[in-house]
């Protein structure tokens, strides 16, 4: 009885770890374990992603896709089996999963940014050493570059790279600048000394003008040479610089400051005399001699120019506000005034009144006859055609006064006769008066 109990257990033996190795599958006990189904994909997905990692042959949004699936599953069935104390090992392997991902990917991505840093530098180097490059395009590109140096900064403070990319960049942009201003300052010589050069031969208002244009830019792009260090200057473009600096201070100072103030005194005047009847051109000439003076006062950087530059402030504003109110239409009126006449001639006078108000040209309130004789113009034939005489005239009609003039003709009939009535001419408006609308309060005034 005892052999045969001891054979019993013998098989047992054997067979529990045969069991074991075949991975009998066992059903869930609910609340205590999952089934062995669910623990053997638990483990196989663990196995799985931990020899990606070992080999890094992965890619992050693939693995972290996994490790979520994963971690999803591990939380449910802790969710379901409580007292299964092997999930809270799960919990630890995908933790330790997820910092090595995160590791490797900020890892990947400093290299990647270090090498894009290294990239960026290598093409502006050789883009700065080509004979000619667009300097706004190569800026951009620096501050591209500095803006990836700044997320590695951020990332990761401690690189031994940041220094060195600071110096390559601060070098790199130094160049930029250095090559800019030897351009501008390039263009600027070549505008410049044709105007310096014709100024020297035959010194004129409108040269002066535009070397007082240029003298501005000129001590920007003067000042900004002057800071260069003395490796990035070129030696013949500094002495081009400096004979305009020279002809600056001295030649043009001592010719073209008594020429400029003669020229502003003149737009000044011209304007205070014209403005009236010709706002608009007058604004122009204020805003040009404006200009001028201030232009030469920045040049000199004195206050020689500031009375000029007040009076001629105070006229613009003057201007502006006389066009806003209509000035213009107002001073086309009030300078409509009838000539006086030459002497009364009532015939005539009353003619040309029946004529103009049979025409439409309203009431005749007033005739000014400007010739005392009659001028006779002769055919081809040198016959007497017709005989004039220039007049003016007032006609009030619809509440407006109007100012006429024009030729009162009478056509020859024959037998030293000529037509009872008339005619009118203009040499601008045929057989029609000039007509301009005046102010009504003028009807009287005579010039």
């Known amino acids: 009885m005892k052999a045969g109990r001891f054979f019993i257990l013998f098989v047992l033996f054997l067979h529990i770890p045969l069991m074991q190795h075949a991975q009998i599958k066992m059903e869930a006990i609910p609340g205590v374990r999952p089934s062995s189904e669910d623990i053997n994909d638990v483990n196989k997905r663990i196995e799985t992603i931990q020899s990606k990692l070992a080999s890094r042959d992965y890619r992050f949004t693939a693995i972290e896709q996994e490790i979520t699936y994963l971690d999803e599953k591990v939380q449910k069935l802790k969710t379901a089996y409580k007292r299964y104390k092997k999930a809270a090992g799960w919990e630890e392997e995908i933790a330790k999963m997820r910092e090595e991902v995160a590791a490797v990917k900020k890892e990947t991505e400093l290299y990647h940014l270090v090498k894009d840093i290294e990239t960026r530098i290598a093409n502006l180097n050789q883009r700065i050493s080509a004979p000619s490059y667009s300097f706004e395009n190569a800026e951009k590109d620096v501050k591209a570059a500095h803006n990836k140096l700044v997320s590695l900064q951020e990332k990761e403070p401690t690189s031994d790279k940041i220094s060195g990319f600071e110096t390559e960049l601060a070098e790199i942009a130094a160049t930029i600048h250095a090559d ?244 009118f001419y203009h040499p601008l408006k045929g057989y029609y008066p000039m007509k301009n609308e005046m102010n009504c309060d003028n009807i009287n005034k005579r010039k």
């Open 180 to 423: 800019n201003v030897h351009h501008e300052v390039d263009l600027l010589l070549k505008k410049i000394n044709p105007y310096i050069e014709s100024f020297n031969a035959e010194p004129t208002n409108t040269r002066a003008s535009a070397l007082i244009e240029l003298s501005g830019e000129f001590k920007e792009k003067y000042a900004a040479y002057s800071t260069l260090s003395a490796e990035k200057q070129n030696e013949s473009i500094l002495a081009s610089i400096n004979d305009v600096n020279t002809f600056y201070e001295t030649t043009f100072a001592s010719k073209a400051v008594p020429m400029v103030s003669e020229e502003v005194s003149n737009k000044l005047k011209e304007a205070k005399e014209n403005y009236l009847l010709d706002p608009k051109d007058q604004l122009k000439n204020t805003i040009r001699g404006l200009e001028l003076a201030e232009n030469m006062k920045a040049y000199l950087g004195t206050t020689q120019f500031d009375a000029q530059i007040a009076e001629l402030t105070e006229l613009k504003t003057t201007i502006d506000a006389y066009i806003a109110d209509g000035g213009v239409e107002k001073a086309k009126l009030e300078a409509q005034i009838m000539n006086k006449p030459v002497g009364r001639f009532p015939s005539e006078e009353a003619t040309i009144k029946k004529l103009l108000e049979s025409r439409d040209y309203g009431t005749v309130v007033a005739v000014s006859m400007q010739d005392a004789t009659w001028s006779t113009t002769l055919n081809d034939f040198g016959r007497p055609d017709y005989k004039s005489k220039w007049f003016n005239a007032i006609c009030q009609k619809d509440g407006k006064c109007y100012l006429l003039s024009g030729s009162f003709r009478k056509s020859y009939e024959g037998n030293g006769k000529y037509n009872a009535g008339g005619f």
